[in-house]
């Protein structure tokens, strides 16, 4: 029998250690870049537009001039020419990433939709309401967070999901979305009978069509109720008008609660408002601006405004560019009208996520939504259009949890 090995003697993690022999320290995480890229992707000439790099394990910089970036924070570049821009962290080790800017887009014509097509749900052909330095449009990528963001965002909810309020189809037989249609400036004018908040309405007539879509309206002819708004876009006035509520009439006039007549081809947005009052949605804002739509989320120029969204709980409170409360609430931990969250900066936008969830998101990242009415908690408005994919859009936006926004610094809060 073969005699029992001796065992190795035990040496102290004392001796160890002052010999060299052994260590309690971990080495260095490699460099690690989880994205890295452009607010957007297709710029025309003279353009700007932010790189946003989310990573970890060392320092990053970026050519053609950049220089240092901080994982998280927004820089700006204005390309010359379409540029690859390569990022570079150094660590323990280096690892690199690339995004493309590319030159030759079609540049977006702000405040006159002249090129917009007509019909329901028309193409506005790159148009974009109001003037570039209007709120809608303003880059808010880089803006401060706002103090009270935390306990704002947990009021809504950490843990829940974006949802769209639109898509392809119906759902329990009523079309989703919030439609709206496009109209020359030779449209008839019609008489609209206010109800509820005539005294905060603009007058009319306004051009609305008897057969303009009105959301909420059925798929077989019935009868329906809900919001029933009704939008109308005269694209060569530049003028967009709005009802809440409205019910067409025997011999081409309308019945609704209130209605608002905004100037697209201005800043000031609704010269005939007073402080204080509503609109056909809730906050005083116009709603055809703040919704997702098809022809933009599938343009390689994307989404180039900001988009609106309901919550539960709001504040008798709203901050500009709202006009308008709908709550008795007086609670600072929950939202007023008007109240924009952006995207943090450090979510990865998923590659395989549907190039339409893609543009969604990163215009969420670049503009925000904003606060407009009072209904599910993150719910993200949009207009009705057959090329949704209502699958991947509610599978991937829920995978966007409340807990990757953060509000945007507010300025000018009004109190009743």
């Not at 009021?155 to 639109?166: K, N, Q, T």
């Not at 609305?208 to 798929?219: L, Q, T, V």
């Not at 990242?365 to 057959?386: H, Q």
């Amino acid at each position: 029998m073969r005699p029992p090995q001796a065992l190795p003697p035990i040496i102290a993690l004392s001796a160890l250690l002052a010999c060299g022999g052994g260590s309690t320290s971990q080495p260095a995480a490699a460099p690690h870049i989880a994205s890295f890229t452009p607010a957007q992707a297709t710029l025309s000439s003279g353009q700007s537009t932010t790189l946003t790099a989310v990573f970890t394990g060392g320092a990053g910089s970026v050519d053609h001039g950049v220089g240092s970036i901080t994982s998280g924070a927004p820089v700006t570049v204005t390309p010359a020419t379409t540029t690859t821009y390569t990022l570079t962290v150094t660590g323990s080790s280096t690892a690199t990433a690339t995004t493309t800017v590319t030159l030759g887009g079609t540049a977006p014509s702000y405040a006159s939709l002249s090129g917009a097509d007509l019909g329901p749900g028309a193409s506005l052909n790159g148009a974009l309401p109001f003037p570039a330095d209007n709120p809608w449009n303003t880059d808010i990528s880089a803006a401060p967070v706002d103090p009270a963001s935390g306990t704002l965002i947990a009021s809504i909810g950490l843990s829940a999901g974006l949802h769209p309020d639109f898509g392809s189809g119906t759902y329990l037989g009523a079309y989703i979305g919030i439609p709206y249609i496009v109209v020359a400036g030779t449209q008839p004018l019609v008489p609209v009978a206010f109800q509820l908040y005539g005294d905060e309405s603009d007058p009319g007539p306004y051009p609305i069509p008897a057969d303009a879509p009105i959301e909420g309206a059925m798929a077989d002819g019935s009868s329906f109720g809900g919001d029933r708004h009704v939008l109308v876009i005269d694209k060569d006035h530049n003028r967009l008008f709005e009802l809440d509520n409205g019910f067409p009439q025997p011999g081409g006039s309308w019945q609704a609660d209130c209605g608002a007549l905004f100037h697209l081809d201005s800043d000031t947005v609704r010269p005939g408002a007073q402080p204080g009052w509503t609109s056909a949605d809730a906050a005083g804002l116009p709603i055809f601006p703040g919704l997702v739509r098809y022809d933009e989320a599938a343009s390689p120029a994307g989404i180039r405004h900001a988009l609106r969204f309901t919550v539960q709980s709001t504040r008798k409170a709203y901050v500009p560019p709202a006009n308008h409360w709908a709550s008795s609430n007086t609670s600072p931990t929950v939202p007023p009208m008007g109240m924009r969250v952006r995207l943090k900066a450090s979510y990865p936008i998923p590659a395989g996520f549907t190039p339409q969830t893609q543009a969604i998101l990163q215009a969420l990242k670049t503009y925000g939504m904003l606060v407009a009415d009072n209904g599910s908690n993150w719910y993200l408005s949009g207009a009705p259009d057959p090329r949704w994919d209502n699958d991947s859009l509610v599978g991937e936006l829920g995978q966007v949890k409340g807990s990757n926004f953060e509000v945007v610094q507010m300025v000018g809060t009004v109190t009743p």
